[in-house]
């Protein structure tokens, strides 16, 4: 049973950086590509980035796309995302979440991200 | 801008059937856009349901199924119980990228 832990949330000043990090369990993390949604306060879910099983390809929303960075650590089982000048409205949870061929099936349980003055 | 529609709410009786739907501003849904969709309940992550448009995982009470109907993603809830009550979102996918509906609120009442 895989399961997906993400940690690195905090509150965050508008413009400054902050990385996000999710832990799998399991020994097929290297074999499936990763994606990170969010969810703003009160508000829907929102795709956000995505890396292929092998960290060779990534893609991003427009939202996100030259801020963002999604990366994977194979060996240590880890996905993480670099998010750089943040902004109010970049303020959500955070989840990551498993690619299985074209679908997601496994979702971790989120991390929060504040950004706030 | 691609956008994913669904209807922002509905409300079925308890042992009632409902159809939650999911439209693209790109036209007509097929296979190839792999809907899935998920169940998310208040203070809780997302739970997938259903995956590449019609298929269950394990967990998936068999009540769900999911199809294509006139153009649109169809999830199908048969004999509503009253923790179905949640809100349900669509995913499809655009080949680079994916878009998530809005989401439907689903009540029972």
């Known amino acids: 049973q895989v399961h997906l832990v993400e940690s690195g949330g905090g509150v965050v000043q508008p413009g400054r950086s902050l990385r996000l990090s999710c832990a799998a369990s399991g020994s097929t993390f290297s074999s499936h590509g990763m994606h990170w949604v969010r969810q703003a306060p009160g508000k829907g879910l929102e795709w956000v980035a995505l890396i292929w099983f092998d960290g060779s390809k990534q893609y991003y929303a427009d939202s996100v796309r030259g801020r963002f960075t999604i990366s994977r650590d194979n060996s240590q089982s880890t996905l993480y995302l670099q998010m750089n000048s943040l902004g109010a409205e970049d303020t959500a949870i955070y989840y990551c979440a498993r690619l299985y061929g074209k679908d997601v099936d496994i979702w971790g349980q989120g991390t929060m991200v504040t950004v706030s003055s | 801008q691609t956008v994913v529609t669904q209807e922002p709410s509905l409300t079925v009786s308890p042992g009632g059937t409902v159809t939650l739907t999911c439209a693209s501003s790109?036209?007509?849904?097929?296979?190839?856009?792999?809907p899935n969709w998920f169940q998310q309940k208040p203070g809780q992550a997302p739970r997938a349901l259903i995956y590449?448009?019609?298929n269950k995982y394990s967990w998936t009470p068999a009540r769900f199924s999911g199809s294509l109907l006139g153009g649109k993603a169809a999830l199908t809830l048969s004999g509503v119980q009253p923790e179905d009550e949640a809100e349900y979102y669509c995913?499809?996918?655009?080949?680079?990228?994916?878009?998530f509906g809005g989401g439907t609120k689903l009540t029972v009442l």
């Open positions: 995913l499809l996918s655009y080949g680079d990228t994916w878009v």
């Open positions: 590449s448009t019609t």
């Open positions: 790109t036209g007509a849904v097929t296979s190839r856009y792999y």
